[in-house]
């Protein structure tokens, strides 16, 4: 096959033409044969004003640049979609299979012989992952890192655990205008992305431990000189990856790597998104992550990582106390050390030169885990057939086995609207539920899961209720909260048949969430519901691809035809 510069032509007809026409064109931009017969290295470039997450992007393009080149190689920018999750309309979610298609194509359509994807902010990396998993190209990953920590009053302060703890306590009337806007200005104080253990720093640590980023890529702040050497470092090594146009994805992606990424995601205290993203990541190759599989790692992997919101501290912390390769020495037996990583090494390399950190707490050793089980647990029953999840490390203990008066909301307008109504019937022991929040219902299945408590029960000290629905939830909230049920209520899920005043009972051990309603009354139900078409939000463009092609939460929300082996 064809490298470099003659990979891909463009289709004229006369193959001799193309490559001719092509360098044409390039040598407009100043570059030499000498540069044009080198190995390609191609560096997506995610830096968007909208997206300040990714705002050392160009500085870690640079570096890799450099790193390429170094190495005899030629590196070649480009850009993709850039998706920041407080920028992105209606919620990130809904656009990650646009980027993931973006820049699968574009990676297929440029001549290269290996890519960087340089990512973070939520959705990015999963996208990201899928495309290159899909195109198959040799691939490095690069995080963005996450942000440093922010003080306010001599606490330390992290996005976005403490944005929520912090506005449920204005919401409260516990701090004043005054304060919240004090604290808005100190809660991001450096780009990066969040620096807890939300689904971006769940992202980049299950990267690093899917072998497909350099060691400690996952956890070196954005802001530090040393993420910067990283990514000098990962250009050279997508360099040689170029020259010996390997280890693919496909190559790296084994049942193992994906067994290594689960444990990890459960140890670090994982974001629950992060299990739907490893899924579709999975979706694209020929495995698959098994729900019941996962739930029972659950079991058997305690958590280690300290780290909000299931602990005390923040990824700096993680980092300066060994990342990911101190980590997985931690898990010993539960790691296969087997895998490999784009460097060539194995796993058992990286877990080797782990860096030995007197006196750190940030990650535990197995005698002495933070939770004794992993972060999250798989429900299933009559309103989750095909599942459920709770991260039950970031969960209240009194609540996760419960019985409550279900107090619905039709949608996340209708929650909206309602939720902080004085006439709200509502006490502190009720199961709030959305529904209508899923992947099609929403669409987007937006990070709503964490439904506010209602305004009268969080002035009177109600912290934390048994909250379900369809939706995610962000990785960085803490609260007893089921989500992603499994079929959402908009394909005609068991949950679009719950009523205000319905018993649910939630009992997180026996792994199960059920509607204490009789079968006969649930069939009445179920006959009574009214087909409706496609919404007139899905009537054209990638609206309408969306609502007729996305899969639910255990497919991991890919488009359908995007599955490694097509429509099925
Ligand atoms: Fe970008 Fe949290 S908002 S990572």
Known sequence: MADGLRKGLTSYGDAGFSLFLRKAFIKAAGYSDDALDRPIVGITNTYSDYNPCHGNVPALIEAAKRGVMLAGAMPMVFPTISIAESFSHPTSMYLRNLMAMDTEEMIRAQPMDAVIVIGGCDKTLPAQIMAAVSADLPTVVIPVGPMVVGHHKGEVLGACTDCRRLWAKYRAGEIDDAEIEAVNGRLAPSVGTCMVMGTASTMACVTEALGLSLPMSATIPAPHAERVRSAEASGKCAAEMAKHKGPRPSELLTPASFRNAQVVLQAIGGSTNGLVHLTAIAGRTSHRIDLDAFDALGREVPVLVDLKPSGAHYMEHFHHAGGVPKLMKQLGGLIDLDAKTV???????????????????????????????????????????????IKHSAASERLLRHTGRAVVFESVEDMTLRIDDPALDVRADDVLVLRNAGPKG????????????????????????????????????????????????????????????????????????DLLVDDAELQRRRAAVVETGRPEWAARGYARLFHDTITQADDGCDFDFMRGEGKR
């Open 343 to 389: 460097t060539g090494a194995t796993l058992r390399d990286v877990v080797a030169n782990a860096e030995e950190v007197p006196g750190q707490d940030a990650i535990r050793p197995r005698a002495d885990p933070i939770k004794p089980e992993g972060a999250m647990a798989v429900l299933r029953g009559n309103l989750a057939p095909r599942g459920a999840v």
């Open 442 to 513: 929403a669409p987007g299945m937006p990070e709503a899961g964490y439904l506010p408590i209602p305004m009268k029960l969080a002035r009177t000290g109600v912290k934390d209720m048994v909250r379900i629905s369809d939706a995610r939830m962000s990785g960085t909230a803490f609260g007893t909260i089921v989500l992603h049920i499994t079929p959402e209520s908009a394909v005609g899920g068991p949950l679009a048949l719950v009523r205000t005043g319905d018993q649910i009972r939630l009992d997180v051990a026996g792994r199960r969430i």
